[in-house]
């Protein structure tokens, strides 16, 4: 028997799973790096609307690490290396225009709408519905399975720290740690139809400094030339005309040549060799669009500005913040030099904090294999490929943990959805979200004793 498709969207947007997430997406759980700034009320009812819809999850061990985060062992047969499963619950702020409420949590052409849907609540629930249904059916799993939901992800905070520490003092050493990442992402590379279900096996270290330009001051209506403002304004400008050498990781020059086979048969030679012509490809990538330009430097965003409170007071201080995301291969003491090269010296460089990028993993053993097979069954369509991730995540805090640590959210996403993380109208399919239940589900069931 058949079923019309709009019975199959309205019975698919009732599901447990969908229902969880509208309940997290609508506490707005928005960190601070200034602890004290950060309201706890969201935080409580989000991990009570966790209790509500996961009450079986919730009665496996929950380690108390820290009052807003979540740590929990489910136990399995054996006592091989166990398997830690990530993500985070706090949300960046909201801004710019959104078409439905940013935390409505509402339903529309079939995607759940709001903050944190894709970033990173999606994953949580992806996780939590897929273990409670394990959980339901009386399964247990071949070896220890953690659960690691951090609260402190977007400010770059300490809960994903203080995990790693109790396992430590556990004596836990995980196979591997799996953590939010690269997506089943449609529209990723040029010329390439098929999506890439990207594994971050790295990522870029995360570090953000300040520029200042200090003088006088004094009275807008008699401005000296050259002061703060001025400076600071050549300074982004030098810095922005003056990017980092082009270089492909290894991660890099793996994913063209998993790639090369799903392009355009004049081009398919080039990426076959793509470790001997690794320099021109470079060159490529740097002028296909700003998601494939990061695969290949060091980038410097300029995210922040302040200068005089007023505008008829000339500022006596002016700064920039700058997030640079470090390249692998590329080191921070190296980046700062050119940074401060760059500016010249009648601008100071503060540095807010700093971060080297991750070790890389491996994509040639049985842990990765089993990712991929994975991401091969449920996502027939897409190219599994190991890559280098550009965003942080709390995975980084876990590489003195393990030697496999890898990022990857089982989401199918468009090139637009991308667009909308840390954005304006972030939204998630529900049948997307579906398919990812259905993809942690498969891994817990498949792991090896």
């Keep these: 028997m058949s079923y019309p498709r709009d019975s199959i969207r309205a019975v698919s947007e009732t599901h447990p799973a969908v229902r969880a997430l509208q309940a997290l997406v ?67 702020p909201v801004e710019g225009s959104w078409t439905h409420p940013p935390f409505g949590a509402e339903i529309h052409d079939g995607a759940v709408w709001g903050r944190g849907t894709l970033d990173d609540k999606g994953s949580v ?18 070896r220890d399975v953690w659960l690691s939901f951090g609260s402190t992800e977007e400010v770059s905070g300490t809960t994903a720290v203080d995990a790693v520490a109790e396992l430590r003092r556990r004596g836990v050493q995980p196979w591997f740690v799996l953590d939010e990442g690269g997506a089943v992402a449609a529209e990723a590379f040029p010329m390439v139809a098929a999506p890439l279900a990207v594994v971050g096996v790295t990522e870029k270290g995360v570090t953000s400094v300040e520029l200042v330009a200090e003088g006088a001051g004094g009275h807008a209506s008699t401005p000296a030339a050259n002061g703060p403002t001025a400076r600071l304004a050549a300074a982004i400008t030098a810095l922005e005309r003056s990017p980092l050498p082009l270089h492909a990781p290894t991660p890099t020059l793996e994913l063209l040549r998993r790639v090369g086979p799903h392009l355009p048969a004049p081009v398919r030679p080039l990426l076959a060799r793509a470790d001997r012509l690794a320099p021109v490809l470079t060159r490529v990538l740097r002028s296909a669009g700003a998601e494939a330009a990061a695969m290949v430097r060091t980038t410097a965003a300029v995210t922040t500005l302040s200068g005089s409170p007023a505008l008829n007071v000339i500022a006596s201080t002016a700064r920039a913040g700058v997030n640079l995301r470090v390249m692998v291969g590329d080191t921070v003491d190296d980046v700062l030099a050119h940074v401060r090269r760059v500016v010249g010296p009648g601008i100071r460089v ?68 991308r667009g909308t993380i840390h954005a304006a109208d972030e939204h998630i399919g529900v049948a997307d979200l579906l398919a990812g239940v259905d993809w942690y589900r498969r891994l817990v069931q498949e792991l090896p004793a």
């Design 26 to 92: 609508r506490h707005p759980t928005v960190a601070d790096r200034d602890p004290a700034r950060t309201d706890p009320a969201p935080f409580v009812a989000l991990r009570a609307s966790l209790a509500e819809h996961f009450p079986l999850l919730h009665g496996l061990e929950l380690v108390e690490v820290e009052p807003h985060a979540l740590l929990v062992r489910w136990p399995g047969r054996s006592h091989a290396r166990p398997v830690v499963l990530m993500a985070h619950l706090d949300v960046v």
């Design 350 to 417: 503060e540095v807010v904090e700093r971060n080297e990028p991750s070790p890389v993993s491996p994509w040639d053993d049985q842990a990765f294999a089993l990712l991929e097979r994975i991401t091969g069954e449920l996502f027939p369509d897409a190219v599994p490929t190991p890559y280098v991730m550009m965003a942080a995540t709390d995975a980084r805090f876990f590489t003195g943990l393990c030697e496999r640590v890898y990022r990857f959210t089982p989401f199918r996403m468009t090139k637009a959805q």
């Design 125 to 142: 629930v992806g996780i939590c519905a897929a273990v409670e249904s394990l959980l339901t059916e009386g399964f247990v799993p071949a």
